[in-house]
């Protein structure tokens, strides 16, 4: 419900800025359709995979494992909103790999920042993501999940921001408090340059990024956004590989 609620208050201040209104007219049915299918595809059917045949898989293959975690809830919090983003890093930076970067390549034919492209992905890229299997995992083997899915919540809510344009005035005191360490939209934003491989590949954190050397900061965000490709809808919807 909490990311239900985040994804239409970031929609509406979204298209409350000025001229992106008319970057909606401009938005091609092609691109509408994408980011539609990837948002319903993220939003409903991977949660509905993780509570049913993930969840099924664990209770088959570790079936003596089950609610054997009894955590504090704030680290099972941790565990959630820290520890698996820190998992992701690596996960997306593996998406970026040569030989996996085929898969990921149609998230960075996004060419403006807005909400709605937030889950734009070949469909079944969600299976070389680490979420689908790690959080079903924990919430298979944790007494209590409640506290970590709040924090799959929140970075949900967090990864829905950064693929705005909405964000902290630069210098306010807002700004500098959650800059060094949380990654901002504009920051993503440099993620999705016309040059994907630039870095910042951490989710919630810029931690990771600054530690591994992969972070790129700048004051302001990229004026061009995107890639492109000679890719169809069909493959950009389901076979990625040209």
């Known amino acids: 419900m909490l990311v239900f609620i985040a994804f239409w208050i970031l929609l509406f201040l ?9 970057s909606f007219q401009h938005k091609s049915w092609q691109d509408w359709l994408l980011d539609g299918t990837g948002l319903l595809f993220q939003g409903l059917a991977i949660p509905i995979l993780q509570i049913t045949l993930v969840y ?10 089950r609610d054997i975690l009894v955590l504090p809830p704030m680290i ?21 790999s040569r030989f996996f970067w085929r898969l990921h390549q149609v998230h960075h034919t996004v060419t403006q920042r807005d909400v709605l492209g937030t889950s734009r992905n070949t469909l079944w890229t969600s299976f070389f993501i680490i979420y689908l299997w790690v959080h079903a995992l924990f919430i298979y083997l944790l007494f209590d999940p409640k506290w970590y899915v709040l924090g799959i919540s929140l970075t949900s809510i967090l990864d829905l921001w950064r693929h705005s344009a909405i964000e902290p005035k630069q210098g306010s005191f807002f700004d500098r408090a959650i800059s060094p360490w949380l990654t901002l939209p504009r920051d993503h934003a440099w993620h999705h340059s016309p040059n994907p491989q630039t870095g910042n590949y951490g989710a919630n954190f810029k931690l990771w990024d600054k530690l591994h050397r992969t972070n790129c900061t700048y004051d302001t965000a990229p004026t061009h956004l995107g890639i492109d490709t000679q890719l169809t809808l069909i493959q950009k919807l389901f076979f990625p590989i040209k």
């Open 56 to 65: 099924q898989f664990y209770s088959v293959l570790i079936p003596h494992l």
């Open 14 to 22: 979204t298209i409350a800025r000025p001229g992106n209104r008319t």
């Open 76 to 96: 099972a919090f941790l565990l959630s909103f820290v520890f698996v983003d820190y998992l992701y890093y690596w996960n997306h930076r593996l998406l970026h």
